[in-house]
């Protein structure tokens, strides 16, 4: 890449939501955890440099980069992977559920969204730091509303009064991740289609937990393989060997 010099020292900053922390919702235990295998754990095992990631459990974008200065003095990155949108279209869905004929807006308008994300790739590269975003997994809609309804019938039936339909669900959120997709191209901003990735699956549904939201542990292997393949098609050299990307994780 010309934006940086092939060197062992390359320093990358993760910031986003619970999908980077490595969050997952295990059924064993009944309650959420951090899965040791998660995709960013998994890439900087592989690569050189170091990766340090302030991605944070429910974490919207504006919270996300409010933090983003403090540690772009701290560690002066060389690129910043940045990964939101899952909170940011999510509603209060106890308030849809109690008034479905009311005016619900979700955590981050989407006019807000797409401003911030834009203004901190312009801050990113004003400071000589390559930005890198990310599309949205997928949600499984039946299962994420069965989740935010607590599996009650009149709550489901209240929730989906209000959007019109289940589906809505998925196509709500798809907003979001179009909108990181066009803020890269408007923006000339290097992406990785994590979406996609997961689309290509014909039953993608099995690579997501039971809340229908968070990527179990074959979801964070499509996104790592996803992320390694970005890394051989332009930082190869940050590699620790030239075979360790997609093969090791296919």
Not at 165 to 180: A, D, G, L, P, R
Not at 214 to 240: C, M, Q, R
Request: glycine letters at 6%.
């Amino acid at each position: 890449m010309s934006e940086i010099n092939a060197k062992d020292n390359i320093k990358i900053l993760v910031s986003g939501d619970s999908i980077s922390k490595g969050v997952i919702y295990d059924e064993t235990k009944g309650r959420y955890t951090v899965l040791p295998e998660n995709y960013v754990n998994t890439i900087s095992s592989k690569i050189k440099g170091s990766v340090r990631n302030v991605s944070n459990f429910g974490s919207t974008l504006t919270r996300g980069i409010s933090k983003l200065g403090r540690y772009l003095d701290e560690d002066k990155p060389d690129i910043v992977l940045i990964e939101y949108g899952g909170n940011d279209c999510a509603f209060n869905w106890d308030e849809v559920a109690d008034n479905p004929d009311g005016n619900h807006q979700p955590q981050t308008q989407i006019s807000l969204f797409e401003t911030a994300l834009s203004e901190t790739i312009g801050l990113l590269k004003n400071i000589k730091t390559v930005p890198v975003l990310m599309t949205l997994p997928p949600l499984n809609a039946e299962k994420y509303l069965e989740w935010v309804s607590k599996n009650n019938p009149l709550t489901q039936s209240n929730i989906t009064k209000w959007l019109g339909s289940v589906s809505e669900i998925f196509y709500w959120q798809e907003k979001y991740s179009n909108i990181i997709k066009k803020v890269a191209e408007e923006t000339q901003t290097k992406l990785i289609d994590v979406r996609c990735a997961f689309l290509q699956i014909p039953d993608y549904a099995k690579c997501v937990c039971q809340d229908g939201m968070h990527p179990n542990k074959n979801g964070h292997k499509i996104i790592a393989d996803k992320v390694f393949e970005f890394i051989n098609n332009g930082y190869d050299f940050l590699l620790v060997t030239p075979e360790c990307g997609t093969q090791s994780h296919g």
